[in-house]
């Protein structure tokens, strides 16, 4: 399924400081599932009773398999045409699709052009390359390998976006190129988490707290004394005795964190993570991890790889372009700057 995990996982530091007798009566649960994207998936909410929150946590279920199923670059599945789909037709013929794909790519498309290329849904022929060779690393440590830069080249010149041909009207999606392939990994996850919350709000839903796979995506707030959800950021350095670089306080608000330490392999003693610079055809060497906050998760997640992808200098730019959106860099020395406002979200 789309194997871009979230490097750094955000670690859920959930508040337990309601009182036993509290007046709402409200009570907190939780649950988890597993597979969906590949990762993790885990709810939280206050509710008045199990049953609400079963119907909530089924509702979420549910669409996020349609949602994982739709954008799945693997796999086939009875009776749905995917982004695999898309990818088997290259060069071959338009695919008509789910609109939940057409608004992803078309997503991936604006993301393209406002980062000038650091985030690339067209990049799957090269992407695929660094798979495979780090799949065969991590399979075989001892005869891990580097992807000669040829074959990274030659894969480059099939990963034009402009021959991502999307009709609205017909609803169809073509790849003009034979041997040019998608990759929405680095923003179908967080998609489809704002879509599934968003689905969850227009059903009444008020509160709740979603992440998947580190894609964080708060509905509201707790629910209960006005008080905010707790998310703390997973510290990028394993070996720190700090867990957390701290815990930004959430409210209608999504934290997405890319990094270099969950998925990457080791050739000749150094390691080489799973987020490739479109310019470069490398791994990216700015940054350990990037954090994004903001009120939409599709657009974090594509921000957090866009970003992680581009100097300190040229992200700084873009972020100041977006409303209601602050970053966190973690440079490789340990280094951490803020957007001017980041700040006003961690919890004192």
Not at 85 to 100: E, L, R, S, Y
Not at 148 to 175: F, G, R
Request: proline share 4%; net charge neutral.
């Amino acid at each position: 399924m789309v194997k871009k995990i979230v490097a750094v996982m955000l670690t859920l530091a959930l508040a337990f400081n309601l009182p036993a007798c509290n007046a709402s009566k409200k009570t907190r649960y939780e649950a988890q599932f597993l597979k969906l994207f590949d990762t993790v998936t885990e709810i939280v909410a206050y509710m008045d009773t199990k049953e609400e929150f079963t119907d909530f946590s089924n509702l979420i279920y549910n669409n996020l398999k349609t949602y994982h199923e739709l954008y799945d670059i693997y796999n086939d599945y009875p009776g749905v045409v995917n982004v695999k789909t898309i990818n088997d037709n290259a060069g071959k013929k338009p695919v008509k699709v789910d609109k939940k794909i057409i608004d992803l790519l078309l997503l991936g498309k604006k993301i393209y052009k406002e980062s000038d290329g650091k985030q690339d849904i067209a990049l799957g022929s090269v992407t695929s390359i660094w798979l495979k060779y780090r799949t065969q690393g991590i399979d075989d440590p001892e005869n891990a390998a580097l992807p000669p830069m040829s074959d990274l080249k030659a894969a480059a010149a099939h990963a034009d976006i402009n021959k991502v041909i999307i009709d609205e009207k017909a609803s169809t999606v073509y790849l003009s190129d034979p041997k040019m392939s998608l990759d929405v990994g680095a923003i179908g996850k967080g998609y489809a988490t704002e879509q599934v919350c968003q689905l969850a709000i227009a059903k009444g839903y008020k509160s709740g707290l979603l992440s998947v796979g580190g894609n964080v995506r708060a509905i509201g707030d707790k629910g209960v004394n006005n008080e905010l959800w707790n998310v703390g950021i997973q510290n990028p350095d394993k070996d720190s005795k700090d867990k957390t670089l701290g815990v930004v306080l959430l409210k209608n608000m999504s934290l997405v964190t890319s990094g270099i330490y969950e998925r990457y392999y080791t050739v000749n003693g150094k390691n080489y993570h799973h987020i490739i610079d479109p310019k470069t055809l490398m791994p990216s060497t700015y940054y350990k991890a990037v954090t994004i906050l903001c009120p939409d998760s599709g657009m974090a997640d594509a921000l957090s790889t866009a970003v992680f992808n581009m100097s300190y200098e040229d992200g700084l730019k873009l972020i100041s372009t977006m409303p209601n959106t602050e970053v966190l860099w973690v440079f490789l020395d340990g280094e951490m700057k803020y957007s001017p406002h980041f700040k006003d979200y961690l919890k004192k």
